[in-house]
């Protein structure tokens, strides 16, 4: 799978969904109970076997990522302390960047991708144009100053933040503080049937 460009309101519909985190993706403020297309009001019931896809659909959609980099993340996770599925979003979360989005310097993953590979943001004070790049917590993460003025920067900054990430808006820069907390995370999401995915084809 490679990563999806496509329409994130057709694809949050079809996972009932909502892969922004925000709802927006859903009108009147209401899921919609049926997917898009000819046979989407079909009430059809998943196997394990397609719940376990649907929740890799869900983290992939959500955190813009293809199938090759999902496993690499999901061999990562194996590698650390502690339960796989949690390391798993540990993993996600700490992708540079995510951490752009959850620090509002865009207003969307994919806006931070593009912010990234664009060459806009610092970590430790270092250009860095890779979206993947796993930051360490202590990393400080900051938008260069010939770029604080870009339109979708300025409107992002002024949303909230997480307590995970310390942000100073006056400097357009944060701290990836500690690693989040499962309670703080979407809690949408089945981590499990993503391991239990990932077990069964990565070794």
């Known amino acids: 799978m490679s990563r999806y460009t496509g329409s994130i309101n057709r694809k949050s519909r079809r996972l009932h969904f909502s892969i922004l ?10 899921k919609r109970e049926y997917a898009p297309g000819q046979h989407g009001m079909a009430n059809k019931k998943l196997s394990g076997y397609g ?3 649907a929740e890799k659909q869900k983290l992939a959609y959500m955190y813009g990522i293809n199938n090759r980099q999902f496993q690499r ?3 990562i996770a194996k590698l ?4 796989t599925s949690l390391n798993l979003l540990i993993v996600l979360e700490s992708r540079l960047d995510n951490l752009v989005y959850r620090m509002n310097f865009a207003p969307t993953r994919r806006a931070a991708r593009q912010l990234v590979n664009h060459g806009h943001i610092l970590v430790n004070g270092n250009k860095c144009d890779i979206p993947s790049m796993i930051i360490n917590v202590g990393d400080t993460i900051s938008v260069k100053e010939k770029s604080r003025n870009l339109p979708l920067v ?14 100073d ?3 357009f ?7 989040p ?5 979407n809690q949408e999401i089945n981590e499990t049937y993503v391991v239990e995915w990932f077990s069964r084809i990565v070794k």
């Open 80 to 83: 650390m302390k502690g339960s």
């Open 21 to 30: 985190e925000n709802n927006k993706e859903f009108l009147k403020g209401k």
């Open 169 to 171: 808006k006056a400097t």
């Open 154 to 167: 300025k409107q992002a900054i002024d949303n909230a933040t997480l307590k995970f990430i310390n942000v």
């Open 181 to 185: 907390e499962r309670q703080e995370l």
């Open 51 to 53: 719940q376990q896809q």
């Open 173 to 179: 820069s944060g701290k990836y503080v500690r690693f």
């Open 73 to 75: 993340i999901f061999k």
